[in-house]
Each structure stands twice: as C-alpha cells, then as structure tokens.
T-cell receptor, first 112, second 115 residues
C-alpha cells in the first residue's frame, strides 16, 4: 500500500523561507508531484521530481531522495498569496495507470 | 484555467438520491481521473479511465460508478447518497504530450451537499 505523510499545518512570515516535508512509502515509484490548492479551488501543479536532487522553479524548489522516501518543497520570499494547502503526491506506474496518491496536505498560513 | 471543465459547480440533494457529475478533459487528453475530497481527508483517488476503458480503481464505493464516452468526456454516478458523501469531487485529465511531466490537470470541482 501507499503511505504519505506531511505536516498538517505550518505558519511562516511574509518574506521568509519555508520548507514543507513529505515522506512516503510506496511501490512502483514513478515520480513525486507537489500541488498547490487554495481553499475550495482546484489543485494546481507546482513541481515534479523523479530523480534524486533539487529542481528549482522561481521561488519554488523541490527536492527528492528516493532512497529515503523523502521530499521537500521550499518556498522563498513568501507572499500572502502563498497561503494555501500544499499537497505531496506520489505517482505509481503499476499496470500503466499512472495514478497519483496524495498526502492529506499541509495548510500554510503566511502572516505579515 | 486548466482546460478541464466540470458541471455542475454545486449540487444539493437528499439522502437516498442519485446524481451524475460530468467532466470534459483537456483537448487531446485521453486519461480522466476522479477524486473525492472531504474536510477530514485528502484527495482520495476513485477511478481512472483511459480512452474509454477503466484503467485503475481506488477507494470507490460500490454505490458509485463512472464511464468515459467516445468523445472522452466522463461521468461519475453516485447513488443511494448518504450524508458522508458530501464532498468536493474533482476530475483531472492527463495525456501524452500534454504537460512536460504528464502531470494531471484538475477541473474546478463539483461541491456535493447531501442533506
């Protein structure tokens, strides 16, 4: 089965840096995604990692260690609009499905 | 705008009733995924269709069913509704060549309230 853990809530200050961790246990690993979801809205794609290392994309970076079953999302220069839930999701390639298993999400509150 | 459309946006119904949720994927995407999101749970994968055929099944109840039509739109049917079925239902699509990582693009969701 799949198991994905991430903190339930985090608070950070505008302009600061925050790191959201995600640990997972899965089989047939075919990549890890981070999505952003504002309350009541659709999740939107942020980043993808399939090999170990850091992927940088503007203010957002994501890191993956497959051997440790660990990823983090790093948000720099936080803005108020970054207040949202951040969902870690693992893709499995069993039977050609490419389905995603999501963690419960980390609700980030950015305060002035 | 992800290019995935879902109707209706809101749905209010009574226990025991049946509803149908509709999803149109992004142009060219062959895969459609259905998810349920309730307040205390994350996004729960329900079912996936690829080019009209069921590809994978997740935590989908027997009271729920889905299908994908030749024009690739999909419908999720929920029957004998219970209070606990109240949730946001998302549809997502993906496909070869759509998105650099074959990532899933989510529709705006249908908020179902069962009274």
């Amino acid at each position: 089965g799949q198991n994905i853990d991430q903190p339930t809530e985090m608070t950070a200050t505008e302009g600061a840096i925050v790191q959201i961790n995600c640990t997972y246990q899965t089989s047939g690993f075919n990549g890890l995604f981070w999505y952003q979801q504002h309350a009541g809205e659709a999740p939107t794609f942020l980043s993808y990692n399939v090999l170990d290392g850091l992927e940088e994309k503007g203010r957002f970076s994501s890191f993956l260690s497959r051997s440790k079953g660990y990823s983090y999302l790093l948000l720099k220069e936080l803005q108020m609009k970054d207040s949202a839930s951040y969902l870690c999701a693992v893709r499995n390639s069993g039977a050609g499905s490419y389905q995603l298993t999501f963690g419960k999400g980390t609700k980030l509150s950015v305060i002035p | 705008d992800s290019g995935v459309t879902q109707t209706p946006k809101h749905l209010i119904t009574a226990t025991g009733q049946r509803v149908t949720l509709r999803c149109s994927p992004r142009s060219g995407d062959l895969s459609v995924y259905w998810y349920q999101q309730s307040l205390d749970q994350g996004l729960q994968f329900l079912i996936q269709y690829y080019n009209g055929e069921e590809r994978a099944k997740g935590n989908i109840l027997e009271r729920f069913s889905a299908q994908q039509f030749p024009d690739l739109h999909s419908e999720l049917n929920l029957s004998s509704l219970e209070l606990g079925d109240s949730a946001l239902y998302f549809c997502a699509s993906s496909g070869r060549g759509q998105g650099a990582y074959n990532e899933q693009f989510f529709g705006p969701g249908t908020r179902l309230t069962v009274l």
